[in-house]
Structures are given as structure tokens and as C-alpha cells.
């Protein structure tokens, strides 16, 4: 019960803070990427703003033994920079720079921009599905 | 004077007076940008402190379909997230203009190649971009230049090329 509160929690100033910091609004993320014309650099703020916190937060966690309500602490292990990752990414961009959503603003739109949202977030599960079924 | 084109989101409202919500102009806003950023962050720091988790959305999104036994973690935060989404429209509704008239297909589209290479990638940009580069993780950094180099690219091609959402 303490996990699901503490990730529900975690959650719901995720979904604040992109709401405030208007990363979830798709027109904001292309004013971003987009640096013909009008180019809007906030979103350079949100990733630092975020960066802000997370680089010393994991400084001192890296040597936590165990989070407060699991046994250990799930850090990432692969190191290996491959083929899926980089093709993965480059996909991924793509997508990001065709419709302005990546995964989180498109959960957040759900509350003010539903159809788009969910549009969008179904093909996001066919598209990971079909992933796994071409990977394997 | 309003100027011929629209140089800022207040222009593009003079000049598309019936379709004032889908400005493609966006304004600088450094001040909640940087407030927003700082509780993202905030939040990744809690979710590792807390449950000993990444915050990447993509992965949770991708593993509530697929990896039956560890779905509880991820529904709450994604419920938690939708929420506070929820909270933020509820005390400024209005606040985040509701894009319409962007092309379905193109929309589809966008959804497979982010469903696809988040998976293939492994991350998005709170697994890779908030949370890896934070880690120093080699694969992170990588993986967000690629995302990032792609994103400007291709909306720069899609707007100004293909004339789409613009």
C-alpha cells in the first residue's frame, strides 16, 4: 500500500509539473523543436528546471541501499550503447517532432485535449506492441 | 497595428479572430518552465527514494500491457499523473489551449513511431532525457541527442515543408 501511495504521489506532481511548465501542450513542444520562425526555448528550461533536482537527487541516492518502500533500488543495468537504442531513439523522435507529444504530455492531454489524447496514445500501445513482435 | 504576419500568440489571436485556440506561436515562458521542470524533477527524486524506480513514462506505459506481475507501481503513478493533470486544469482551466485540427492520420502516425521507438529505445524523454542524463548513463545521453536531433528535423520538415500543424 506505502509503494502504490508513494508512486501515486510521485505521479501526480509529474503531471502538475508538466501542466505548469506547459510541456503538455503539443503546440509548445514543436514552438520548441521547431527553430525556424518563431523559435519558443522554454522547454530547454523544463528539461534543466528537471535537471536541477534529479542530478544531486541521484548523487546521494546512488548510495542508498534500499528506497523506503521497496528492498532495493532498480537502477538501470544495461551499458551497452546498441542498435535498438539508437534506432529506437531516432523513431521516437520522429514521432515527438511530427505531433509534439512524447508519452507524459500525451497522458497529461488526456484532461484537456481527450481526443487527441487518446488517439494517439493507442497508437503509442499498438506501435510498442508491434515493436516487440518485430524485435523478437 | 497589427502586423501582416503574426509575431506573437496575442498576433495570431488579432489576425484568427474564430480560431484564436490553435496559434502554432507560442510565447517564452521561462518562469512556470522552470518551476514545472523543477517538480518533474522533483518527482523522479520521490519516485527513487520512495520505491527505488526510474520515472519514465514510456516504460511504464509499455509495461502495464506487457510485464503482468509488476503492473501496481506503475497504474498508480500513471493514475497519479493523470491526476495532477487534472488538478492543475481544474484551478486554470483553459490555461493549456486544446490543439484542434491537426490531421488525424498525422497524429497515428506519431503515436506508432513514439509507441515503437520507446520500445525499441528502451526510454523517452523522462526515462533517457530527465533521469539518464542525471545518472551520467552514457546510453541516455546517446539516446537523447538522437531523439532530440530528430525531433528539430522533422519538425522543421513537417511544418515548414509539409505545411502540417502550421
Not at chain 1, 12 to 36: N, W
Not at chain 1, 83 to 95: D, E, H, N, Q, S
Not at chain 2, 99 to 124: E, M, N
Amino acid at each position: 500500500m506505502k509503494r502504490h501511495i508513494l508512486a501515486a504521489a510521485a505521479g501526480v506532481i509529474f503531471g502538475f509539473g508538466l501542466c505548469l511548465s506547459h510541456m503538455a501542450d503539443p503546440q509548445k513542444v514543436l514552438a520548441f523543436l521547431d527553430p525556424v520562425g518563431h523559435w519558443d526555448p522554454s522547454l530547454a528550461l523544463v528539461m534543466g528546471g528537471a535537471l536541477l533536482v534529479t542530478f544531486p537527487g541521484f548523487l546521494v541516492l546512488r548510495r542508498w541501499q534500499r528506497p523506503w518502500a521497496d528492498k532495493i533500488m532498480h537502477w538501470p543495468s544495461a551499458t551497452q550503447i546498441d542498435r535498438p537504442l539508437v534506432i529506437g531513439a531516432a523513431l521516437f523522435g520522429i514521432g515527438w517532432g511530427i505531433g509534439g507529444y512524447c508519452p507524459g504530455p500525451a497522458l497529461a492531454a488526456l484532461t484537456f485535449n481527450p481526443r487527441e489524447a487518446i488517439i494517439f496514445l493507442i497508437a503509442l500501445i499498438v506501435g510498442g506492441l508491434a515493436a516487440d513482435r518485430l524485435a523478437r | 497595428m497589427v502586423p501582416a504576419r503574426p509575431e506573437t500568440a496575442a498576433d495570431f489571436d488579432r489576425l484568427n479572430p474564430e480560431d484564436a485556440i490553435v496559434s502554432y506561436i507560442t510565447d517564452f515562458t521561462p518562469a512556470v518552465a522552470l518551476g514545472g521542470g523543477l517538480l518533474i524533477g522533483a518527482a523522479a527524486v520521490l519516485l527513487m527514494a520512495g520505491i527505488g524506480r526510474i520515472a519514465g513514462i514510456s516504460g511504464m506505459l509499455h509495461g502495464l500491457v506487457s510485464d503482468g506481475g509488476n503492473r501496481g507501481w506503475r497504474a498508480s503513478f500513471l493514475i497519479g499523473l493523470v491526476a495532477g493533470a487534472a488538478l492543475y486544469v481544474l484551478i486554470w482551466p483553459g490555461d493549456i489551449p486544446a490543439r484542434h485540427g491537426f490531421p488525424t492520420l498525422a497524429l497515428i502516425v506519431a503515436g506508432l513511431l513514439v509507441g515503437a521507438g520507446t520500445r525499441l529505445g528502451s526510454g523517452c524523454t523522462s526515462g533517457h532525457g530527465v533521469c539518464g542524463i542525471a545518472r551520467q548513463s552514457p546510453r541516455s545521453m546517446t539516446a537523447t541527442g538522437i531523439f532530440m536531433a530528430c525531433g528539430v528535423v522533422t519538425a522543421i520538415v513537417v511544418r515548414h515543408l509539409l505545411g502540417i500543424g502550421s
